[in-house]
């Protein structure tokens, strides 16, 4: 399989503004409060053409920012993101239409003043992909592609459902055929029924094209039954960073760092009876503030003290498998003596 | 877009005051625009006015020898005449420099929300310090700079009300600039052109088209105030404003008409523009639509 994406090293920070009023205290000698979101830290990530990669995490873990990365919306503050071997915002601009993103809130996503043929042609009719007189069909063809009939063309989205909503998003990003797909927690916002409608869908459109072009997506999501159902492999993050990264089934079978470990526990199931559920100790640290070393330490049950003061790397656990876990190397009893 | 403006009909329809309140505005123009053609007398004509005319009371003949259905003012204008004159100058003006003022205002708040940095917050200040001076402050300085007369009096307005425009759009802009489907438009990628102009404007325009009315409205007085205070129009052409307060003096003799038709003439175009704004605003808005 050859290699679509490729995330180098990619870092994201926001800084924030300062309000006129912190500015004068930090004159006066107050303490400057910190600036910057560390959204992202030092992610490495490859997909390949025809796959599809979860991206798991709790919210605030920085998932969104890199699929956002990835999509051309933000520009990261470090490293890089190549798409068939170029930049996704070459200059700070996004300029192919081959990467698409589906956002969580269909509600939010689609222009409430625009008819949603006009939205679904807007960006083929731009982009010279189909003539304004081929804009028609070719929307026809999409509406008819995600499921909708093609006469609701000329309805606005408050017209709709938040199912079929989702579905006109959906046929937005596949009418400028796109080699690769973000999809942001595309069923998060919807009803558990239209859920599984929509992640039919989107089964049915990756096996409609695993002959043809290839349908590549990266699946942004917190529920890990939904990833497991649609993922070839799936990458965890924890505050920023990818903490482990395994072909779904390994994931799922064999978990090697304890906070995926500890999702996969924390996950209600259904045959448990009256289960007691495994919540994850303590809370998510603000990403303002994040702890050092390795930052699930503090909510780790095998925290030992080298992790509190190194970082560990994402090094390959088992073929295929990778963590970032001192546990699998060298041990976190003794702080490494460089 | 025929169909559009079909659809758009159907749904302003549905409100029956409105209707009529649309009916009135047209009625209103058409009076206006047809003045010259349908007023008894050419109230702008200074050799046709008799003084021996003036104040007569409604219903009374002059020496016109036609009935002054409105009576006439101090100078011996036939009310009617010079209400459908005045009102054919003071829509004249105030729609114009209301137009301008919201495509000039709308461009700076757009600009400002969409772009943002250094510019915007620029822009948007120079709009607060203007909205902190009463827009009747501003317009006063500027008519004694520029001078008595029609295109004057325009850019005064114009400059006193486009900061309202501004500040709306920009209000309403900054607001959807952080929506998803922005972001969505953007990351498709289409040009900021297109964003600007296709998604973030029609987004934007229902509040404006609000704040048109109310500024026209606002326009109509403002110009009625400025000349009032003698630094508008001259007094030979009266705007429906200056027939308001050239009769305010008598108002208290029992010559109410001088004052109260015109006064009344004024009201019901500012209430029939306000009803037809707010008629639009509803059909403009798709969520309510049913």
């Known amino acids: ?338 | 877009m025929s169909g559009a403006i079909a659809e758009g009909w159907r749904e302003y329809r549905r409100s029956p005051v409105a209707v009529v309140a649309l009916l009135v505005v047209l009625a209103i123009v058409a009076l206006a625009l047809l003045a010259p053609w349908i007023a008894p007398q050419d109230p702008y004509d200074q050799a046709g006015l008799d003084l021996f005319d003036a104040r007569l009371p409604p219903g009374e003949v002059g020496s016109g020898g036609y009935v002054h259905w409105l009576g006439t003012d101090n100078a011996g204008r036939d009310l009617l005449s010079a209400i459908l004159y005045g009102l054919r100058l003071s829509l004249m003006i105030s729609v114009s420099a209301g137009t301008v003022a919201l495509v000039l205002g709308t461009a700076i708040g757009l600009s400002a929300a969409y772009y943002g940095g250094w510019f915007g917050a620029l822009a948007m200040r120079v709009v607060d310090l203007q909205l902190s001076l009463p827009a009747i402050l501003l317009a006063l300085v500027l008519v004694a700079m520029l001078g008595q007369g029609v295109p004057q009096l325009m850019a005064a307005l114009v400059a006193a009300q486009y900061a309202y425009f501004a500040r709306t759009a920009y209000g309403a802009a900054s607001a959807e600039r952080r929506k998803d489907y922005i972001e969505a438009a953007l990351s498709t990628p289409l040009s900021g052109r297109r964003v600007l102009l296709r998604h973030l404007l029609p987004n934007t325009l229902p509040p404006l088209i609000v704040v048109v009315t109310v500024q026209i409205a606002t326009a109509i007085s403002l110009e009625a105030t400025l000349s009032f205070l003698g630094l508008g129009l001259p007094i030979t052409r009266p705007s429906l404003g200056l027939l308001i307060s050239n009769g305010f003096q008598f108002l208290l003799s029992g010559r109410y008409w001088i004052s109260v038709y015109p006064g009344i003439t004024l009201m019901v175009t500012v209430l029939a523009i306000n009803l037809v704004g707010d008629q639009l605003r509803q059909v403009l808005n798709p969520k309510h639509r049913r």
């Open chain 1, 1 to 338: 399989m050859s290699e679509l994406l490729r995330i180098e090293r990619a870092s994201k920070r926001f800084r924030q503004p300062v309000p006129l009023g912190d500015r004068l205290a930090a004159w006066l000698g107050r303490p400057r409060p910190p600036r910057a979101v560390q959204a992202v830290t030092d992610v490495s990530l490859t997909v390949a053409r025809g796959e599809v990669v979860g991206l798991v995490g709790e919210s605030g873990c920085g998932k969104s920012t890199l699929g956002r990365m990835v999509a051309g919306i933000y520009t990261p503050s470090e490293g890089a993101v190549l798409f068939e071997g170029a930049p996704v915002m070459p200059g700070g601009h996004k300029r192919s239409p081959r990467v698409q993103m589906i956002h969580q809130d269909p509600f939010a996503s689609l222009d409430p003043r625009m008819k949603v043929g006009e939205t679904v042609a807007e960006g083929p009719v731009a982009h010279g992909i189909v003539s304004r007189a081929g804009a028609d069909a070719l929307v026809a063809e999409t509406l008819r592609r995600v499921g909708l009939d093609p006469a609701l063309r000329n309805r606005y989205p408050h017209q709709f459902s938040g199912g079929q909503r989702q579905r006109v998003a959906i046929a937005r990003a596949l009418a400028l055929n796109p080699a690769l797909l973000v999809l942001d927690e595309p069923v998060a916002s919807l009803d558990v029924s239209i859920q599984a409608q929509v992640l039919n869908l989107f089964m049915d459109l990756r096996e409609a094209a695993a002959g043809g072009s290839g349908l590549t997506s990266l699946f942004i999501s917190h529920d890990l039954g939904v990833v497991r159902h649609v993922s070839d492999r799936v990458a965890i993050m924890y505050l920023g960073r990818i903490v482990e990264l395994a072909p779904t089934r390994t994931l799922y079978a064999a978990p090697a760092h304890p906070y995926t470990r500890a999702l996969l526990d924390s996950v209600p199931r259904l045959g448990q009876g009256r289960g007691v559920f495994h919540p994850i100790a303590g809370e998510l640290p603000s990403p303002l503030a994040p702890p050092p070393g390795c930052h699930f330490h503090p909510r780790c049950p095998h925290a030992g003290p080298r992790c509190r003061v190194e970082a560990p790397a994402l090094l390959p656990v088992a073929p295929g498998q990778s963590a970032a876990c001192h546990l699998h190397h060298g041990g976190t009893a003794a702080a490494a003596t460089a």
